[in-house]
């Protein structure tokens, strides 16, 4: 389990590797924070390519990133590379309302 994070043209990347859960609650958070706070960035992506699982405390982290990022003034929010059941339950809690889904 990991979180990177890596900025790519103004746009934050934050990619979670295996089980995104609680365990990855403080790394979550340095890498968004770190990320958000840098200037110039305009859009946000995370990627979930390489996760495997997702909880309801990986939800409440993405909904606290959409809210940070609002407040920096960053509209620009996307989830990307989910499969699967990482894929499932971004559907069942629609998360489509909050974020663009790739």
Not at 8 to 19: E, L
Not at 71 to 80: H, N, T, V
Request: with cysteine.
């Amino acid at each position: 389990m990991a979180v990177n994070g890596k900025l790519i043209d103004h746009c934050a990347v934050i990619s979670i590797q295996g089980q995104f859960n609680f365990s990855l609650h403080q790394s979550f958070r340095e890498t968004t924070q770190k990320l958000l706070t840098t200037a110039g960035v305009n859009a946000v992506d995370v990627n979930l390519n390489e996760a495997n699982y997702i909880d309801s405390s990986a939800l409440g982290m993405l909904l606290v990133l959409r809210e940070t990022a609002n407040r920096a003034g960053i509209s620009r929010l996307k989830i990307s590379g989910a499969k699967g059941s990482v894929q499932k339950v971004l559907a069942i809690a629609k998360f489509d309302k909050f974020f663009t889904l790739e």
